[in-house]
């Protein structure tokens, strides 16, 4: 037979309090009227015995289960989003909250699932998590608790936390005017004409209307624009040797890092140098971006400052419709040279 549960009765025993007493100074209330030395018995006493709160009484009582999930595609198993996680578990354990990690593979039967079990374990709110910044599918099902989009959006849930991709897609043009070069920069990862009426996601779009907005506004105009709908490096490397073929860019602005790492094979098979010959600015600050040689100039992903917003949102208080928009981190590295005064 297992160990009988230290009950609040016990500590209220032991303390020489009763049990209201005990309550009231285990929960926090403020102004209990009760002096420091019995503060300091019931401490004692919940210490002694090892007590520790019945959380599923106290949610009966309160409606509060000081838990909340956090349901996400493949955030968990890859280590390309997984700040998200961390900075969720850092805000949920300042609030003194237990999160609930589920991940679904982004299969909708799996998402109802993971729905039903958090609602079923009564948690106070659900935070739905992406890996890459996207609309996100959640289950046609009553859902009456608070709910955060976290790198992602609905139509459902209006209240999310993303990137701000516009800026961040300013900066990277930005940072190639502070390294001098205005001119024969090559857009590696979309070309508008060819991608004209497809939608990759809100993010992608306003990451390329910041690059865009910025071109313009600075009198800059791309030498050539190729697309490829998968971002990852065998594309980049592919891209940038069919773009040596017919150029000589000064520039690639990459549209992410893993294209960027392709570019960097095929100049480097080519015989050109970073950032002598070629300059390369990215986007995502992939953790392998600081190992190349030279480093990746990119523009990083706020992963872990979101995933603490979006558990701070959800717990604040009343939702409210609209986006918070996190900075994205802009890192210099030697892919750039540094403009001659």
């Given at each position: ?81 997984s ?7 850092a ?6 909250h ?30 739905f ?15 009456n608790?608070?709910?955060?989009m ?43 004409q060819?991608e004209?009426g ?12 910041g ?7 600075a ?11 998968n ?17 000589r ?18 100049l ?30 990119t ?6 400052d ?14 409210t ?21």
């Amino acid at each position: 037979m297992g160990k009988k549960r230290v009950t609040l009765a016990d500590v209220a025993r032991l303390a020489g309090l009763s049990t209201t007493a005990a309550s009231m100074i285990l929960t926090g209330r403020p102004d209990t009227r009760l002096s420091p030395e019995a503060h300091k018995k019931v401490h004692d006493a919940a210490a002694s015995l090892g007590y520790r709160p019945n959380v599923a009484a106290r949610a009966l009582r309160t409606d509060k289960s000081r838990s909340i999930a956090f349901i996400s595609d493949y955030v968990a198993t890859t280590r390309f989003a997984s700040g998200l996680i961390r900075g969720a578990l850092a805000a949920a354990e300042e609030a003194k909250h237990v999160m609930l990690l589920l991940e679904t593979g982004g299969e909708p039967a799996r998402e109802i699932q993971a729905v039903e079990a958090a609602l079923d374990r009564q948690v106070d709110g659900l935070i739905f998590a992406a890996m890459r910044a996207r609309e996100v599918f959640v289950p046609d099902m009553a859902i009456n608790v608070p709910v955060v989009m976290l790198n992602g959006t609905s139509a459902r849930f209006s209240s999310s936390v993303l990137p701000d991709e516009y800026q961040g897609g300013r900066t990277a043009v930005e940072f190639l005017v502070r390294a001098g070069i205005r001119d024969d920069i090559v857009l590696l990862g979309h070309n508008a004409q060819q991608e004209e009426g497809l939608f990759r996601s809100e993010a992608i779009s306003n990451r390329l209307r910041g690059i865009r907005d910025a071109m313009s506004d600075a009198g800059m105009a791309f030498l050539a624009e190729v697309s490829c709908w998968n971002w990852e490096p065998n594309f980049g490397y592919e891209l940038t040797r069919k773009v040596l073929k017919t150029h000589r860019p000064r520039a690639l602005l990459c549209l992410n890092d893993r294209l960027a790492f392709g570019a960097y094979q095929a100049l480097g098979e080519a015989g050109l140098r970073i950032p002598e010959d070629i300059g390369l600015v990215s986007f995502d600050n992939d953790e392998i971006a600081g190992y190349l040689r030279p480093g990746l100039t990119t523009i990083g992903l706020p992963h872990e400052d979101m995933g603490h917003r979006a558990v701070q949102r959800l717990l604040e208080g009343p939702l409210t419709p609209g986006a918070d928009l996190l900075a994205m981190p802009a890192i210099w590295r030697g892919s750039l040279p540094e403009k001659q005064a």
